[in-house]
């Protein structure tokens, strides 16, 4: 018998959303619910509630857990030792000396999508949705595409180690300051979002509170990225590319295989679970962006507004570059295959869920021993890789467009300074990623994560027309239009944030329409007026390309070619 699970919506406040969750799966399951999970009980003994299979876990399991994560720690820890005698400059530390082949690149960029977040989300989306879930993924593969074509070869021939190093000189300084502030204080959610969506992942399985794992996860990405910089992150995601393999394909295939997975699934779930075609609002990305095309511009704007643009910097030349984003969207293509299906997985089985976002915990627990522990050090590893970008992207800012344009603070950088400089801004700024994680998750439960990414991308859509402006031609390029544009965009995810709006209306779609709409209208106002403030285009001195000796300038005039 087919049990017809209600697509509940997740708008309103987390009580309403909870309320309607639990009416409608009384209303629309009801007995055959109930008659389902008995099944599923028998058939699957190991499986229960949240709590019994924390218990499980700690009885039997927990030991051998913790220690599987020690090693990893002592593993990727070791690399930062040893990638630290490889940094000498500030250079070396956020961008790698330019130095990182396409293959390590493509491995990093892959690691950026599949993270702690996209655990939790996923495996919720998979629940609540079914298969449509899979747009996740999806949707940053098409952007990545997208933007190897054009901003990753771009990024990399302007010689730019950041997007607003770029926007100087296109626009001028007041611009650049202003998007780095708008991109410093986006950057900050994506390790806030990270840690907190594996914390509370791996925490129903451990039976641990979600602020101890926040705290572990932290403790270990702070230490090696405080040791080696971009070099330590590119050389660790080899390791955890392995291990969230692991994590998201091979447990979830096993599963499947070894409890006749495919067929409990056709047999409990709705015909519309299965469909990949987006069909209509789907649950959760309600709240999230609205539908699946939401999805994908979530992901264009992080991948155009600037929060990939240092692994682009980073790549050895723009051929690379490119080459290191195709690879990156290949390597990710699989685990949108197959990662909707651990939540389809777990609602054919009857299991309910206070919090969707645990159902690849509850997965886990189907898994032999010795695996169950590769895995959750995959959901860990997952999670840090994610880390890792979001806080050298922003350290790179902060250094570059905060300390090095205060002409007092300039001056005491000395190159011998600079390493120790950029390792402190690293610390302080992931230390605080992690109590914001743990204030975030208790301010906001159920979609801490979620919102995390919603801020991240909503600073990321107001800089976003300007960054397209620059790439299509510098006619396009007005100083006014562009500080005005970032900080309209930038305001109103702020407000959206103090108000608490964000858990009504997403904050990305307003805070792209806002900025490109005060772009346009200033730029034609300016284009009647003239320039409000100095020249038309700033003569500021150009970032050359150490590799082609092209500057960013240049690029300029061959894109107007």
Not at 101 to 107: H, R
Not at 224 to 234: I, K
Not at 249 to 261: N, P
Request: hydrophobic share 55%; net charge neutral.
């Amino acid at each position: 018998m087919e049990c017809k699970f209600h697509r509940p919506t997740f708008m309103g406040s987390r009580q309403d959303r909870r309320e309607r969750y639990d009416q409608a799966t009384v209303r629309d399951c009801g007995e055959i619910a109930a008659q389902d999970r008995l099944h599923t009980a028998d058939r699957y003994p190991n499986l229960g509630a949240q709590e019994t299979i924390g218990r499980r876990m700690d009885a039997a399991v927990l030991p051998i857990m913790w220690t599987t994560l020690v090693v990893y720690a002592v593993v990727v820890i070791g690399i930062g030792l040893v990638t630290a005698r490889w940094i000498q400059s500030s250079t070396d530390f956020m961008v790698a000396g330019r130095g990182v082949s396409w293959p390590l690149q493509g491995v990093g960029m892959t690691s950026i999508i599949v993270a702690g977040t996209t655990a939790a989300s996923l495996g919720a989306l998979g629940y609540t949705a079914g298969y449509v879930a899979h747009w996740w993924i999806t949707g940053w593969v098409l952007a990545v595409v997208l933007g190897a074509f054009s901003v990753a070869p771009f990024a990399r021939r302007t010689g730019a180690a950041t997007i607003t190093e770029w926007l100087e000189v296109a626009f001028d300084g007041n611009v650049r300051v202003l998007a780095g502030v708008a991109l410093a204080v986006g950057l900050f959610f994506s390790p806030l979002a990270n840690i907190l969506g594996g914390g509370v992942v791996v925490s129903g399985l451990l039976n641990v509170p979600v602020e101890t794992m926040i705290v572990v996860v932290g403790a270990i990405a702070l230490v090696y990225l405080v040791l080696g910089g971009l070099w330590a992150a590119v050389f660790s995601n080899l390791v955890q590319y392995v291990l969230f393999t692991f994590a998201f394909i091979i447990a979830i295939v096993y599963v499947l295989l070894t409890t006749d997975g495919l067929r409990l699934m056709s047999e409990n779930l709705p015909a519309s679970y299965f469909s990949p075609i987006p069909h209509g609002p789907v649950p959760g990305i309600d709240w999230t962006a609205g539908s699946a095309f939401g999805l994908f511009f979530l992901m264009f704007a992080l991948a155009f507004g600037g929060t990939y643009w240092h692994r682009a910097a980073s790549s050895r030349s723009a051929r690379e570059a490119r080459r290191s984003w195709l690879f990156g969207a290949a390597l990710a293509a699989p685990f949108a295959v197959v990662m909707p299906l651990a939540g389809m997985y777990v609602r054919a089985q009857g299991v309910e869920l206070a919090d969707p976002q645990q159902a690849f915990g509850v997965l886990m627990a189907q898994l032999p021993v010795f695996l169950a522990a590769l895995v959750l050090t995959g959901i860990i590893a997952a999670t840090m890789s994610t880390v890792e970008a979001g806080v050298v992207a922003g350290i790179a800012i902060l250094y570059r467009d905060v300390l090095q344009k205060q002409p007092r603070i300039a001056r005491l950088l000395q190159e011998q300074w600079t390493v120790h400089t950029v390792r402190g801004l690293t610390f302080l700024f992931t230390l605080l990623a992690i109590i914001a994680a743990v204030v975030f998750h208790r301010a906001v439960p159920g979609v801490g994560a979620l919102a995390g990414i919603a801020f991240l991308s909503a600073f990321s859509a107001a800089v976003l027309p300007s960054v397209l402006a620059s790439m299509l031609n510098r006619r396009y390029c007005v100083k006014e239009a562009a500080a005005l544009s970032i900080g309209a965009g930038g305001i109103y995810t702020i407000y959206s944030l103090v108000t608490g709006l964000f858990q009504e209306v997403h904050p990305l779609l307003p805070s792209a329409m806002i900025a490109a709409i005060t772009y346009v209208v200033v730029a034609g106002v300016v284009a009647v007026t003239g320039p409000w403030w100095g020249r038309g285009v700033a003569p500021a001195p150009v970032p050359v390309d150490q590799a082609t000796g092209a500057g960013a300038r240049a690029v300029i005039e061959e894109e107007q070619r």
